[in-house]
């Protein structure tokens, strides 16, 4: 990582451009009109429809039939916030220069007509919008904040499967998910088990085929993940572990069982839930990117490798975090409390604390949380009922093993550790927990702090 902060500007910018009108691109408007900032506010947003909640797409596909709008919920008109607001088109190219950032914009399949499209150009012919356009020798720069989000993948070769991301995605497999359907779910991730519930509530004949030998394995880890499976059965839901797939043709999924034998199976709808990539390739490797392909990008969301001018924020990240180290995005409460930071930084003022890194999800009947890093070394201290109610805390234990340090902790239905878990792991804090009070369910989580270490978070 660069030393960023030798770069930072020393006056706000002058006017900035958002690239991406999902919710980190709108709270991202909504922090600079809260904070202060008065000049130019230019949104880029490659879909055609103002910013909508995602979670609902897959929790609630059959309870919410609409988009879900981020207005509705209070989060702010971006039309009322920002100057001047693109739906429907695409940034297709940045260049930094030295007094700021020139992006090229196209549009992206806006209706004709609409009177968000296209204001200064013609259908297909670029739109230059540079991120200082009446920027005059001296004066502040102005500043581009990328929050371009992440698109789900679909590897070669998988033909038929369809994806749920967008508004548009979830009407689709709405209308495809008929009672009976023989419904096969590729990945039991979030999304996966998600969808996996909702299909068979709705009466359809569910398989969710995985690769790794257990569900949520990459996202919890082996052990946490196996308390998941027994969710499936009682959910109506067939689930295949340690089973790739090796194709998918319109009608059926190719697969490997666990034998090493190939497998067909007979399928009318095709979910891929297999995982997002950063949706970063536009930038033509303008920036260095991390291994999953995202900006790398410090708390205040100054991207690596590039001027102090270009931030990112949200899903198209992985945030280095001091004591914590390398935290991946790809969840809404990155999307929701980062800006307020990266904003605070970009105007030159004091930001809130760094949120840990939190992760909710519901499915299969379940209300779950991750909050805070897994490591696969970490040891498990459980809270609860195994068969009902409980947590677990991902501990690094001291040699006594009477003590240890909390990494993380994930909830199963019980919602009341969740925000002492937020607060204990905040700012890349690492407490020390008296292990025996921390796995008596009775005892409240901040009751078993031994030292709230905050030595190892950011100074
Ligand atoms: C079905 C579903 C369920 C989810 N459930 C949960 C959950 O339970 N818990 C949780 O923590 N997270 C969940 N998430 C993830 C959460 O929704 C995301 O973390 C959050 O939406 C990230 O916001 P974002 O603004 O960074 O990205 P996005 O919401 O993806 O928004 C990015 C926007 O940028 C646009 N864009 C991309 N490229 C360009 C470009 N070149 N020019 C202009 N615009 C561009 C995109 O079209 C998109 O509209 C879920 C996601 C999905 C899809």
């Known amino acids: 990582m660069p030393d960023l902060a030798a770069s930072a500007p020393t006056e706000p910018p002058a006017s900035i451009v958002v690239v991406g009108a999902g919710l980190a691109g709108l709270r991202t408007v909504a922090e600079l009109r809260a904070q202060g900032f008065v000049g130019s506010i230019t949104v880029v947003g490659a879909e055609t429809v103002p910013p909508y909640d995602r979670p609902p797409l897959s929790k609630e596909l059959f309870a919410k039939t609409e988009p879900v709008w981020l207005s509705g919920e209070g989060?702010?008109?971006?039309?009322?916030?920002?100057?001047?607001?693109?739906?429907?088109?695409?940034?297709?190219?940045?260049?930094?220069?030295?007094?700021?950032?020139?992006?090229?914009?196209?549009?992206?399949?806006?209706p004709a007509g609409s009177p968000d499209a296209a204001p200064d150009a013609a259908p297909g012919e670029p739109l230059s919008a540079d991120a200082a356009p009446d920027a005059a020798p001296g004066e502040a720069p102005g500043a581009v904040v990328l929050a371009t989000g992440a698109a789900p993948v679909v590897p070669a070769g998988w033909d038929g499967a369809t994806v749920l991301h967008t508004a548009d995605d979830a009407?689709?497999?709405?209308?495809?998910?008929?009672?009976?359907?023989?419904?096969?779910?590729?990945?039991?991730?979030?999304?996966?088990?998600?969808?996996?519930?909702?299909?068979?509530?709705?009466?359809?004949?569910?398989?969710?085929?995985?690769?790794?030998?257990?569900?949520l394995y990459r996202q919890l880890g082996a052990t946490l993940g196996e308390r998941t499976r027994p969710w499936?059965?009682?959910?109506?839901?067939?689930?295949?572990?340690?089973?790739?797939?090796?194709?998918?043709?319109?009608?059926?999924v190719h697969l490997t069982r666990r034998d090493g034998a190939a497998e067909r199976l007979a399928a009318d709808v095709v979910l891929a839930a297999v995982g997002v990539r950063p949706v970063?390739?536009?930038?033509?490797?303008?920036?260095?990117?991390?291994?999953?392909?995202?900006?790398?990008?410090?708390?205040?969301?100054?991207?690596?490798g590039a001027p102090a001018s270009v931030r990112a924020v949200g899903d198209c990240v992985d945030m280095e975090v001091p004591g914590v180290g390398l935290v991946p995005g790809g969840h809404w409460d990155a999307a929701l409390t980062h800006p307020a930071a990266l904003v605070a930084d970009l105007l030159g003022q004091a930001g809130p604390p760094l949120a840990a890194p939190y992760v909710f999800s519901t499915q299969l009947g379940h209300d779950l949380a991750l909050v805070g890093m897994p490591d696969d070394d970490a040891s498990?201290?459980?809270?609860?009922?195994?068969?009902?109610?409980?947590?677990?805390l991902l501990v690094e234990p001291a040699k006594d093993g009477a003590t240890g340090v909390l990494l993380a902790g994930f909830t199963v239905d019980r919602p009341r550790d969740v925000g002492p878990l937020r607060k204990l792991l905040a700012d890349g804090a690492r407490p020390v927990l008296d292990l025996t009070r921390a796995a008596d369910p009775a005892v409240q989580l901040r009751r078993a702090v031994l030292t709230a270490d905050r030595a190892a978070g950011p100074a």
Do not use: K, M, N
């Not at 739906?87 to 090229?104: C, E, F, P, W």
């Not at 991730?189 to 969710?208: F, H, L, M, P, S």
């Not at 797939?245 to 319109?250: D, E």
């Open 75 to 110: 989060f702010g008109e971006l039309t009322d916030l920002a100057d001047r607001v693109l739906l429907g088109h695409r940034a297709s190219a940045l260049h930094a220069v030295d007094d700021g950032v020139t992006l090229t914009v196209t549009p992206a399949g806006a």
């Open 380 to 392: 498990l201290v459980l809270r609860g009922d195994p068969g009902g109610a409980w947590t677990a």
């Open 171 to 215: 009407a689709r497999l709405r209308a495809a998910l008929s009672p009976g359907a023989r419904v096969v779910v590729i990945g039991a991730g979030w999304i996966g088990a998600e969808v996996a519930g909702q299909a068979a509530a709705r009466g359809c004949d569910v398989t969710v085929v995985e690769a790794a030998p257990t569900p």
């Open 232 to 252: 499936y059965a009682a959910a109506g839901v067939t689930l295949r572990t340690s089973c790739p797939v090796t194709a998918v043709r319109p009608g059926e």
């Open 280 to 304: 970063t390739g536009w930038l033509g490797g303008a920036f260095p990117l991390t291994p999953r392909g995202a900006l790398r990008v410090d708390p205040v969301g100054r991207v690596a």
